[in-house]
């Protein structure tokens, strides 16, 4: 995506920061800015993207918007994110339809409409809740090529759990995927997204950048990833936690706590310099010891 960043440790696109902490969105990109470092920010959000961008002006920012649904309006909404100034923008592939969640299902808990709309006018936002039918909602890969040419900003493909879709969301015209399996959160019986990571890497490591989430806890999981590939990590509830503990602060905190941790977990592996990671720094669970 072409951004020069302090650190390899990115926020990522929470659909519902406002649910964590009423300051929400704009609160974790200040400190994402505060830090040095980029943030997805997601569609689904109680802040219109606008209030987002103006509350970090110089950070680097990615919108993420959901590669499903009415095409004509996910490019309107790629082009207000260029002229509010966001860097780029990530296409959620793997979060339209929502996973089969017992526990939500359990406890009844709904979301408020309110708390995932604002950049959707009224019509928009009751579509982007009700609609059910999955074939009218998917895209074909000609679809997604549509939507990357007429962003006019770099494009990364988020939810990419093989090499053939990384291939085809590189053909399509990303310049990045991220491997992911949303955390766990949508299918069940999903492939880890660490387990995968080579393979993606090896199949388009050449020709696009690589992030990746699911499970980063650590800065000995940043490390992982970064070993096997990757050229950033991304948090979903790390952030999301820090967020709803302190806020903006909470955030800042939960990024320098993996800095820190990443920082001596490389000292402890004999390792200076993130571009000194790779595959040799990890030891297969089957090595002789
Ligand atoms: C409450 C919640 C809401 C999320 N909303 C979105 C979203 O709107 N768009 C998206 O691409 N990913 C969304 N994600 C997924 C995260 O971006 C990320 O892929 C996932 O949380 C990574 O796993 P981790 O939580 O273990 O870091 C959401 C995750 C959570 C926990």
Redesign the pocket.
């Known amino acids: 995506m072409g951004l020069e960043l302090a650190t390899p440790i990115l926020t990522?696109?929470?659909?519902?920061y406002s649910a964590f902490h009423a300051d929400g969105d704009p609160a974790v990109v200040r400190a994402t800015q505060r830090f040095g470092t980029a943030a997805?920010v997601?569609?689904?959000s109680s802040f219109t993207l606008e209030e987002t961008a103006a509350a970090a002006p110089s950070a680097a920012r990615i919108f993420?918007l959901?590669a499903s649904g009415s095409v004509e309006k996910c490019i309107s909404l790629a082009e207000r994110a260029r002229q509010a100034g966001y860097n780029g923008i990530?296409l959620?592939i793997d979060?339209y339809p929502r996973g089969i969640r017992d526990r939500i299902t359990e406890s009844r808990f709904e979301l408020p409409l309110a708390a995932v709309s604002a950049n959707y006018d009224e019509d928009a936002a009751d579509e982007m809740m009700l609609h059910t039918d999955i074939g009218e909602c998917a895209w074909s890969w000609s679809t997604l090529r549509r939507v990357v040419e007429a962003a006019a900003l770099p494009v990364m493909v988020?939810?990419v759990l093989t090499p053939t879709v990384a291939r085809a969301a590189v053909d399509s015209g990303a310049s990045a995927v991220m491997v992911?399996n949303?955390?766990?959160?949508q299918l069940d019986s999903a492939p880890s997204a660490l387990a995968q990571l080579p393979a993606i890497v090896s199949a388009v490591g050449s020709r696009a950048e690589i992030a990746f989430?699911?499970?980063?806890?650590h800065g000995s999981d940043v490390l992982k990833a970064l070993a096997l590939g990757a050229d950033v990590v991304?948090?979903?509830?790390?952030a999301?936690m820090g967020l709803a503990v302190a806020g903006e602060d909470g955030v800042l905190a939960v990024l320098r706590h993996l800095q820190e941790e990443l920082t001596t977990t490389m000292a402890l592996c004999g390792v200076a310099r993130i571009a000194e990671l790779g595959a040799h720094v990890l030891q297969a669970a089957d090595a002789p010891r």
């Open positions: 990522g696109p929470v659909g519902t997805i997601p569609v689904l993420q959901l990530c959620t979060a988020k939810g992911s949303v955390g766990g959160r989430d699911s499970g980063i806890r991304s948090l979903g509830r790390a999301a």
